[in-house]
């Protein structure tokens, strides 16, 4: 939790009501973003994402895995964040599983889309190798190392970067003897395929602090909200998710006004996201 | 409530309590504050505070069929004591030792919603206890011949797994959970089911039935359960020389000796179960529990009836 | 418990899923007839009722066709002792499902997603200044899983918290919707919603016009959130008067 005085409150909301942050930034400026992909050289892809004082690692590992009986023509993708202790003393012990949970569950949201599979960030059935029988399992572990408010963004973000990262290793497949058979996959160590990261969002989350709302909320512009809408949008501007958090309620009008303002806010993120993403490409190809 | 019935056991002790102060104060106070002396004045005159005579169960109602996608169901009122009683068919493999038996799986549930002394991720301590009595019971009473639940003797029975959840929790749970239970097993219809060309036993509906006359059907005339016996249960508490039939969760709380008798149709003993209390027992009280089941048994029995009738109607 | 070999259910797998597969197709094409009959922007009739358990302080019964919730409500009573001191009152939510709940026998099991989701959409509609120190707790068990499960839990929820005399700012009410290619379907069964593109749920209180929660999945234009944003809302205003109904019928009874 973070400790305000009457003072710092005040000079919180009137920032935020004159269009002037305590740190400079108007409402909805992001903090300046860094990127680094490759952090983790054992797994197939990963990145650091730091957005000011937030600093979010995430890891994608894929494995080979058997399709679901109810979607055979697709991979399975899981995704878990934790909260590690040395970003904030709450999150010792078992302090920090909600939260985690709460992201986890959010991501999911965001990127995996519907029941059907319709709209979903990352093209599953891309991740099929022998329709029914052999898939690859994407497993995307984000670690919290630092916390200054708005995790969910960052974590996106990361997820989104390190996609960009991640090699598929290419297969070739025997086929059994008889259809019955599990299929003997070889999986190449040298050759990798990139991964289609076109349609994965961003997510935009939108703090609502006294009558105004403002991106990319530091944990004290936090500590001070009623409530909080995240809103996942794509490289066509639709609507891949939504959860809110925190108690007030709020007008649907101003939902829908938040909804226009995402999709805006998410476009320069994006846009913001992708030139890092090369620059980082091109530093890593020069070492 | 625990705090209440601590109160009420040193005040009872002190024999002159229950004199103290009953005139200027409250009812409900004086309840809470001395649960036991307010209780004796009402035994003094052979009755209790909802009225009822010490002997006489409250009132009881059974339903069948409340969850349609269960294969037999039920739900059971004694009281405010509610219980819902489900069975679901499953097909298993019949263990070696027994090839042409297929099997039970009973369990019964307090979820945090029946009674505020349940907290989640904190079951229960009676939970476990009243399951095993449950199984116990139905299996030594010989109501369920397993022998009617085999399918293809060594290759295919049916395990039924009865869950009974405690909705609201009033004093009795194990009446009522037998009491439903035997009324879930009542209103069980088996699914006619077939074999598929794998092996494995597939369900049959009326309408593919209709189509294609050459499905074989594995249980065509085993569709009910034939009860051999039934059993009944009455739960009484015991106080000085008072028995109480059928008690409240207050009564329960108050007077911790009680007594459970479980009698068959044909007026066997099935099981006698009293976990301790401080009431040493006169044989003479042990024949008296048992006749008041005997009654109890009866009352249930058209209970039962009218429910089947109603179902049918 | 006797642990018996592995069992399944006899009704077929491979026929159901390919009935899934086959109502998918179905569920693409513009018209189409839902399996109960309902038009596309209907309901399934409600019944709601209070004071089922009388362990509790409060307590609802709600059936929107298939799927039955009941929930009580206990307190405002005393904290864990672990708690820290706090001067507005605490919210504890669980909702669990029952063995029997859904079609193939599963564990009973806490709901840990729902819980969170009901306590979030609740927190706000609770004045939790008028009972310090202590917590409510509110408890769901859901009877039989019928589809549209959360926002039963939540209406019914919010019911039992009436009954149960907390203070509110308002009732509150909660619907959801399947978007099926073009066609959005409101209060959608489990049948529906294994198939569904997305789903959009709106927690709110209709009489101050304020969303407590709202939860989107699938893929989504601005203008289709808008269409469904307004259906849900009208849903839920016209569920908020058959609950106002209940609670009236309710106090109005002789007891």
């Known amino acids: 939790m973070v400790g305000l005085s009457a003072g710092e409150k005040h000079f919180i909301y009137g920032g935020i009501a004159q269009d002037l942050r305590t740190d400079g930034r108007q409402r909805l400026h992001y903090r300046p973003i860094s990127v680094e992909i490759g952090v983790i050289p054992q797994a197939n892809g990963s990145s650091r994402v730091r957005l000011g004082a937030t600093d979010v690692i995430v890891s994608i590992k894929a494995e080979l895995g058997r399709p679901s009986s109810l979607h055979p023509d697709k991979g399975k993708v899981a995704i878990f964040i934790d909260c590690s202790p040395t970003a904030a003393p709450m999150f010792e012990g078992r302090g920090g599983e909600e939260l985690s949970s709460e992201l986890s569950l959010a991501l999911q949201r965001c990127l995996l889309g519907g029941r059907s599979g319709a709209g979903a960030g990352i093209d599953l059935s891309s991740l099929v190798i022998v329709e029914g029988k052999v898939c690859w399992d994407l497993y995307i572990d984000g670690l919290v190392v630092s916390s200054d408010g708005n995790l969910l963004d960052a974590l996106a973000a990361a997820i989104k970067v390190a996609l960009c990262n991640t090699g598929i290793p290419k297969t070739t497949v025997n086929l059994g003897a008889s259809p019955n058979d599990q299929p003997d996959v070889d999986v190449s160590d040298e050759e990798f395929l990139q991964f289609d990261t076109s349609g994965v969002p961003v997510i935009v989350t939108l703090t609502k602090v006294g009558r105004h709302y403002i991106v990319d909320a530091t944990s004290e512009e936090e500590s001070q909200m009623s409530s909080a809408v995240s809103i996942s949008v794509n490289r066509h501007g639709q609507i891949c998710g939504l959860t809110k958090r925190g108690g007030a309620g709020l007008d649907p009008s101003v939902i829908l006004d938040m909804i226009s303002v995402a999709k805006h806010v998410g476009e320069q993120l994006m846009s913001s996201l992708d030139s890092e993403i090369a620059a980082a490409e091109a530093s890593a190809e020069d070492q | 409530m625990a705090a209440a019935s601590t109160a009420g056991g040193s005040g009872g002790g002190g024999g002159g309590a229950g004199g103290f102060g009953a005139g200027d104060m409250e009812v409900e106070a004086y309840r809470r504050l001395f649960p036991l002396p307010f209780y004796e004045r009402y035994l003094q005159n052979y009755v209790r505070p909802d009225a009822r005579p010490l002997h006489r169960a409250r009132d009881t109602s059974v339903a069948l069929g409340p969850i349609a996608s269960a294969h037999g169901s039920s739900s059971v009122k004694i009281g405010d004591t509610t219980m819902l009683a489900a069975v679901k068919l499953e097909v298993m493999t019949p263990s070696a030792e027994a090839p042409d038996e297929g099997s039970l799986a009973i369990e019964f549930h307090m979820p945090p919603i029946c009674s505020p002394t349940v907290r989640p991720g904190r079951p229960a301590d009676v939970a476990p206890v009243i399951s095993k009595q449950l199984s116990d019971v139905i299996t030594s009473s010989g109501m369920i011949d397993l022998k009617e639940l085999s399918l293809i003797s060594g290759k295919a029975a049916w395990t039924a797994y009865l869950d009974i959840y405690c909705l609201n929790s009033d004093g009795s749970l194990f009446d009522a959970a037998l009491l439903s239970a035997i009324a879930a097993f009542s209103h069980l219809q088996i699914p006619l089911v077939s074999l598929n060309d794998d092996g494995r036993v597939i369900a049959v509906s009326g309408e593919q039935l209709e189509n294609n006359s050459t499905i074989e059907l594995v249980n065509k005339e085993k569709r009910k359960l034939s009860f051999q016996s039934i059993p009944f249960s009455l739960t009484c508490v015991l106080h000085n020389k008072y028995i109480l039939a059928d008690p409240t969760a207050e009564e329960e709380s108050i007077m911790e000796t009680f007594i459970t008798v479980v009698l068959d149709s044909m007026g066997r003993l099935v099981s006698f179960y009293k976990p301790g209390g401080s009431v040493l027992v006169h044989s003479s009280t042990i024949k008296d529990c048992i006749s008041l089941t005997k009654q109890r048994m009866e009352e249930l029995q058209n209970i039962l009836e009218d429910s089947t009738s109603a179902m049918e109607e | ?255």
Request: charged share 20%.
């Open chain 3, 1 to 255: 418990m006797a642990t018996n070999p592995s069992t399944y259910s006899p009704s077929q797998s491979s026929e159901r899923k390919q009935l899934q597969q086959q109502r998918r197709r179905l569920f693409q094409e513009t018209d189409w007839t839902r399996f109960d009959g309902r038009g596309f922007q209907q309901c399934r009739p409600a019944f709601l009722k209070t004071g089922a358990a009388s362990a509790a302080s409060g307590s609802a019964f709600a059936a929107f066709g298939a799927t039955k919730v009941i929930v009580s409500v206990f307190g405002p009573r005393e904290s864990k002792k672990a708690m820290l001191y706090s001067s507005t009152g605490r919210l504890n939510c669980n909702v669990s499902y029952t063995a029997f709940s859904t079609s193939i026998r599963g564990q009973s099991s806490d709901h840990k997603e729902y819980s969170s989701m009901l306590h979030k959409a609740l927190e706000g509609a609770i004045i939790l200044e008028t009972f310090p120190k202590t917590t409510v707790d509110v408890f769901a068990l859901v009877v039989e899983s019928g589809g549209g499960d959360l926002p039963v839990i939540i209406t019914c929820a919010s019911l039992a918290l009436a009954d149960a005399g907390i203070m509110m700012y308002d009732l509150v009410s909660s619907v959801s919707v399947s978007c099926f290619g073009r066609n959005i379907v409101i209060d959608p069964t489990s049948e529906e919603e294994a198939c569904q593109d997305g789903n959009l749920m709106i927690t709110c209180m209709p009489a101050r016009n304020e969303v407590t929660q709202v939860t989107l999945t699938g893929e989504w234009s601005t203008a289709k959130i808008n269409e469904a944003m307004e259906l849900c809302l009208d849903a839920c205003s016209k569920l908020a008067e058959i609950m106002r109904s209940c609670l009236k019928e309710a106090a109005s009874a002789p007891s």
